[in-house]
């Protein structure tokens, strides 16, 4: 698929005025969720939720790491999701779970996040 990197804001959602652009995470959809740097969430207020979540890393690793709640926003969509306190030598990851609440998709062939369209739901 190739990788590409994109910008993104994140916000305290008690306090929106507290917030940060980030301007390169890797798009990754092979991670669940957002990772950002911790020191970047502590800055913002954003509180340490969930404490030693495991993770495991594309090599294999087991690591633990702490996951609070956070506003993601990529251009004019936004989302509320949980994020990761990214630890130095950490990558800085959008997510699975932002993009699906974003409602974004990416085309691999231009490398760019696109619109996912209607929202699925059931009926009856």
Not at 44 to 68: C, H, P, W, Y
Not at 98 to 112: C, H, I, P, Q, T
Request: glycine residues 8%.
């Amino acid at each position: 698929m190739g990788t590409f990197y994109i910008g993104a804001r994140i916000e305290n959602i008690a306090d929106r005025e507290h917030g940060a652009t980030i301007p390169k995470l890797l798009v990754d959809t092979g991670s669940e969720y957002t990772w950002v740097a911790a020191a970047t969430l502590e800055k913002l207020g954003i509180k340490r939720e969930k404490k030693d979540l495991a993770f495991t890393m594309a090599n294999g690793q087991v690591i633990t790491r702490s996951v609070g709640f956070a506003i993601v926003r990529v251009e004019k969509a936004f989302t509320v999701d949980e994020v990761v306190f990214a630890e130095k030598g950490d990558m800085l990851l959008l997510g699975a779970r932002s993009l699906e609440g974003l409602n974004l998709a990416v085309d691999a062939r231009k490398k760019k996040l696109v619109a996912a369209g209607p929202l699925p739901v059931a009926c009856c």
